[in-house]
């Protein structure tokens, strides 16, 4: 586990290492610790919009001494896992804009309105709550679950930004993103008795309905 301080202290010696300016977006444990949501997390996760960027801040990371590691011992044989990093108690999962099955799309990009510079050429853009719920829905790793909990117990969620956004996921190609959300808030009602109304589940599974009947339409005018 590594603390915000030490967080800080490591991105900040990396942000003067790097030889120019770079921006990324942190996800996950990284983007709730700066929310406040925890103190500690297992893994530093950063979105990148370019290949250029994210292998140098790789070869950056590298020349203290990060070695890269097979994301399938974290995320399995998932679509757009993660370049993996790692150095004693310190991880790092750089991402390409794709996390699983979401996309770091642009009204996510406009969302994380919290900017952190570290060193001289690290920023940092922080990922918006709503997003960060996206995304490990996502990533579904053991403790997402429970992290997204965390948020939604502790903050008011405007649900009405994740419907909105599944919509943009869908049509950028995440075809998941109506089930994926649907059975979380069903999850998160029924196994958690977590105060969210039903009809936001509702709303999911009959984005989803009519996502599966436009599909068949498509196909019955092929055939």
Avoid at 9 to 26: D, E, F, S, W
Avoid at 80 to 93: A, H, K, T, V
Avoid at 114 to 135: E, S, T, W, Y
Avoid at 158 to 171: D, F, R, Y
Wanted: charged letters at 30%; glycine letters at 4%.
């Amino acid at each position: 586990m590594i603390s915000i301080n030490e967080q800080k202290n490591l991105l900040v010696t990396l942000g003067n290492k790097l030889p120019k300016q770079i921006t990324t977006y942190a996800i996950g444990g990284t983007a709730m610790m700066f929310l406040g949501f925890k103190e500690s997390t297992k893994d530093i996760d950063l979105v990148f919009t370019s290949s250029e960027e994210r292998n140098l801040f790789k070869k950056t990371a590298e020349s203290f001494g990060y070695n890269e590691m097979d994301s399938v011992i974290v995320y399995g044989v998932k679509n757009n896992r993660p370049m993996m990093i790692n150095l004693g108690n310190s991880r790092f999962d750089l991402f390409l804009m794709d996390v699983i099955d979401f996309t770091f799309s642009p009204s996510m990009q406009e969302r994380a309105e919290q900017v952190h510079h570290f060193g001289k050429n690290l920023i940092i853009r922080i990922a918006d709550k709503h997003d960060i719920i996206l995304m490990k829905c996502a990533t579904n790793r053991a403790r997402d679950e429970e992290d997204i909990i965390n948020i939604v117990k502790i903050s008011d969620i405007n649900w009405n930004i994740l419907i909105e956004e599944a919509k943009k996921q869908v049509k950028l190609g995440r075809e998941t993103a109506f089930l994926e959300m649907g059975e979380l808030i069903e999850k998160l009602i029924s196994k958690y008795k977590l105060n969210i109304s039903k009809k936001i589940g509702d709303k999911f599974y009959t984005l989803l309905k009519e996502q599966a009947e436009k599909k068949k339409k498509n196909y019955d005018k092929k055939v």
